[in-house]
């Protein structure tokens, strides 16, 4: 029961309360997590422009995979010079 609990990730007294209900035929509750609407969204303007800014930061190849087209930013870019060239855009 333990790795039921940690897989689906609900406690052992939501678990028991799921189970009762089943037992008892009654409703089963639907999953309410993750469903709320209130989240603060960012605007598609601001999206676009950071989407641009790292298009232009400097990236390179990992040394890990030879053969990934992946390019990871490099090193040297920093949140501090990166959020710069975002505020002067």
Not at 18 to 43: F, G, I, S, Y
Request: with cysteine.
């Amino acid at each position: 029961m333990k790795v039921f609990e940690a897989a689906f990730r609900i406690s052992s007294r939501r678990f028991n309360r799921v189970l009762a209900k089943k037992q008892e035929n009654r409703m089963m509750p639907t999953d309410q997590r993750r469903k709320q609407k209130n989240h603060p969204r960012v605007a598609e303007k601001i999206k676009e422009s950071l989407c641009r800014l790292v298009g232009r930061l400097q990236k390179h190849k990992s040394h890990y995979k030879d053969k990934s087209k992946v390019k990871y930013l490099s090193p040297g870019v920093y949140k501090i010079d990166a959020y710069q060239l975002w505020t002067e855009e």
